[in-house]
């Protein structure tokens, strides 16, 4: 399982902006600046620097610490940076973020950005006891029937029912600007990603996924960050986000 990827939700405000200013990996002093940027400069000799979607590859190098995961990432779009244009739109057009569980929505940076973050987890608790289903799957449904999801960057990344359950609402109709799932584990983990991406593809839902059993919180949280500083360059001139 994928552990925290140190993207700090604390700092100064930049006196500039509603929104604080993003801190890639979370640094805030010049010590911290200097070993994320040296972080980073090791990941890009790894990883390809020359589109969007490059830069989540290279966020889920940085996040397991492990070369190899930039191949087991899978976008899902009418081509490989469509779901990053899209969770970059949604971040600058402060759509909400819900993700499914409390240690992703933890690690889910507070600067760069004014969008409303929550967790399904907590909701939903009637129809689990009525159903048996898994809180997290109860979760999910239960704020898509309050249109939660909708618009939203849709966030699983522990839950492998939670993602079956948001494949399931996006079937019925549920429209999330961009889904970012990497539910982990031996039980229908890479069949629930699987399943996401199929019905993501089948009703234009842009996505980014993962293949294999590992996946977790911490990545899911640090590909939802890259989207934000995505959207940090756009708003700052150095990014486009035109086909």
């Keep these: 399982m994928t552990t925290n990827t140190n993207d700090?939700?604390?700092?100064?405000?930049?006196?500039?902006?509603?929104?604080?200013?993003?801190?890639?990996?979370?640094?805030t002093t010049s010590n911290a600046m200097d070993i994320a940027e040296t972080s980073m400069d090791r990941?890009?000799?790894l990883v390809p620097d020359e589109t969007l979607a490059d830069r989540i590859r290279q966020k889920s190098v940085h996040a397991t610490g492990?070369?190899?995961?930039?191949?087991?990432?899978?976008f899902t779009g009418a081509d490989e940076d469509e779901p990053v244009r899209a969770g970059a739109r949604a971040v600058l057009d402060e759509q909400p973020i819900v993700t499914d569980i409390t240690m992703v929505k933890s690690g889910?940076?507070?600067?760069?950005?004014?969008?409303?973050?929550?967790?399904?987890i907590g909701n939903g608790a009637e129809l689990a006891a009525e159903?048996?289903?898994?809180?997290?799957?109860?979760?999910?449904?239960?704020?898509?029937?309050?249109?939660?999801?909708?618009?939203?960057i849709a966030v699983v990344g522990n839950a492998p029912t939670a993602a079956l359950a948001l494949a399931d609402c996006i079937e019925d109709g549920t429209r999330p600007?961009?889904?970012?799932?990497?539910?982990?584990?031996?039980?229908k983990a890479a069949e629930s990603r699987q399943?996401?991406?199929?019905?993501?593809?089948?009703?234009?839902?842009?996505?980014?996924?993962?293949?294999?059993?590992?996946?977790?919180?911490?990545?899911?949280?640090?590909l939802t960050n890259e989207l934000v500083h995505v959207a940090s360059d756009v708003r700052e001139g150095t990014v486009s986000l035109d086909e």
């Excluded at 970012?180 to 031996?186: E, I, S, Y």
């Design 8 to 27: 700090a939700t604390d700092g100064d405000a930049n006196g500039e902006d509603d929104f604080e200013e993003y801190a890639d990996l979370g640094a």
């Design 43 to 45: 990941v890009r000799e």
């Design 66 to 74: 492990d070369p190899e995961f930039q191949y087991l990432m899978r």
């Design 108 to 120: 889910i940076t507070g600067r760069g950005h004014d969008c409303p973050v929550q967790k399904a």
């Design 131 to 152: 159903t048996g289903m898994t809180r997290t799957a109860a979760s999910v449904l239960e704020l898509d029937k309050q249109g939660v999801y909708d618009g939203a």
């Design 177 to 187: 600007s961009v889904v970012v799932a990497t539910p982990v584990g031996f039980v």
């Design 195 to 222: 399943r996401l991406r199929e019905v993501a593809a089948e009703y234009g839902v842009p996505a980014i996924t993962n293949v294999g059993r590992r996946g977790g919180s911490g990545l899911a949280a640090g």
